[in-house]
Nanobody, 121 residues
Framework: QVQLVESGGGLVQAGGSLRLSCAAS????????MGWYRQAPGKQRELVAA???????DYADSVKGRFTISRDNALKTVYLQMNSLKPEDTAVYYC???????????????WGQGTQVTVSS
């Protein structure tokens, strides 16, 4: 069993900062890419940021220069530092990891339960 547990969401004023964390636990052999997605009410889930096992990053245009994704492989954790937050960043944020549970196993995507981020104007 693999579990992703997120933390760090909350309510913040526009211009403020939050740091999200997502830790994986369970039977894990290797983790490939990690990422953060978000879903606002009435909208589709969208990719916010991603980071490869080698540390290469990619960001949605709407968050470039404000958000930073990072990872700690030893802790099996991915982080999202969010600065200069805007009301339009309000959404439920989900972490995602591409995980292989055994040496010969397949790569599968796992999701966290989601954490609410609310930015007030």
């Amino acid at each position: 069993q693999v579990q992703l547990v997120e933390s760090g969401g909350g309510l913040v004023q526009a211009g403020g900062s939050l740091r999200l964390s997502c830790a994986a636990s369970g039977s894990i052999f290797s983790i490939n890419a990690m990422g953060w997605y978000r879903q606002a009410p009435g909208k589709q889930r969208e990719l916010v940021a991603a980071i490869t096992s080698g540390g290469n990053t990619d960001y949605a245009d709407s968050v470039k220069g404000r958000f930073t994704i990072s990872r700690d492989n030893a802790l099996k954790t991915v982080y999202l530092q969010m600065n200069s937050l805007k009301p339009e960043d309000t959404a439920v944020y989900y972490c995602n990891m591409n995980i292989r549970r055994t040496y010969y196993g397949k790569w599968n995507d796992y999701w966290g339960q989601g954490t609410q981020v609310t930015v007030s104007s």
